[in-house]
């Protein structure tokens, strides 16, 4: 039996990160290791088998919050030894970082205004991102996607040999069962959505990176008569004012709705038409492939790490970099539209039996147990 600690700033049940923080973390339990949690907050059922320590930490600015948060779990930690420290987020100290996040550098260095450089908030993530992925690090990083490994290696070289990749880890629920079509129906019924009308679908949290912004335009910009058959779905847990006063301004208000979090988004991915995804940048993007194997098509941005999913299984379009605004709305009015619709849904429905979409909770686990058997505990990061 192993002693694993879990490092997390905060969980809910609707994030991908926490989803697959969650699912690692049982996998653990089940193979009868001892875990600990410290986060800065917790929200949702606790896992049973699991101590979960809520850290009381406040302050101002986030980049202080996560320093203070990383000096009282270092203070817990030598309260507390374990053979595997594991981090959800970037920061010191971790033998294994699972890598939720996309790299902070990329983004920062290519995708910000160079005075974004000189704030405190950019020292801070740099530093830590820095102490994973830097030359003076040991911290084996489990990745996500070949996108993560392209960008650390690129930013971060000599850190290659400490990139692990891992498989996908979608819940199978989220595959179409047989009674797909019924279920399809009961939730068009609920809307009032007949099968003429279009529904575009957004799942999950983080509305600002995964590009709802760039959504509220694609459907903004669709000719009227198509406009008027289609609604806008957005099933996530964040702070939905900012783009409800968009659709406003859009004149789409009336197009839009903002469903908050739910526990049964299998529903809405067999209703709808179409996953409209333009995410900023996303390490992974789960929902691509939740989508694809409930027969959904897809339509993304090659800033997702899983848009090469899409492509490899034919279940979609995906938008090239550099991103332009004209070409996804041009793609969703065609995607709407075209008799491809059938075939894209159906070559998803054939990639979710072919390809190893579900074991990344299992191969995490093994090798977190490797980890600890090759010494783990001696990492040391900058």
Known sequence: MLTLRFLIYSYHPYGGQQRDFLRVVEQCVQRGHQVNVYTMKWQGEQPKGVNITVLPVSALFNHTLYRRFTALAQKALAKNPADVVVGFNKMPGLDVYFAA???????????????YRFTPRFRHFMDYENAVFGARS??????????????FSKHYPGCEARLYDLP?????????????????????????LSEQDHLVLHVGSGFVVKGVDRSLRAIA???ADILARTTYMVVGQDKP???????????????????????DVPRFLLAADLLLHPAYSESAGYVLLEATVAGLPVLTTDTCGYAFHIEQAESGEVCTSPFDQQNLNQRLLEMLISPQRQQWSENGLHYAHTADLYSMPETAASLIEQFAAEGAGDAVSA
């Open 138 to 151: 040991k911290t084996r990083a489990l990745i996500l996607s070949p996108l993560q490994r392209q960008q």
């Open 168 to 192: 996908p880890g979608i819940n199978k629920d989220r595959r179409a069962p047989a009674n797909a079509a019924q279920i399809r129906e009961q939730l068009r019924q609920e809307f009032a």
């Open 101 to 115: 996040d996309p790299c902070f550098a990329e983004r920062a260095l290519n995708h910000r205004a160079s005075y």
């Open 221 to 223: 910009s669709l000719p």
């Open 241 to 263: 004012a900012r783009f409800k006063s968009m659709a406003f301004s859009l004149g789409i208000n009336d197009r839009v709705m903002f469903l908050g979090g739910r526990d």
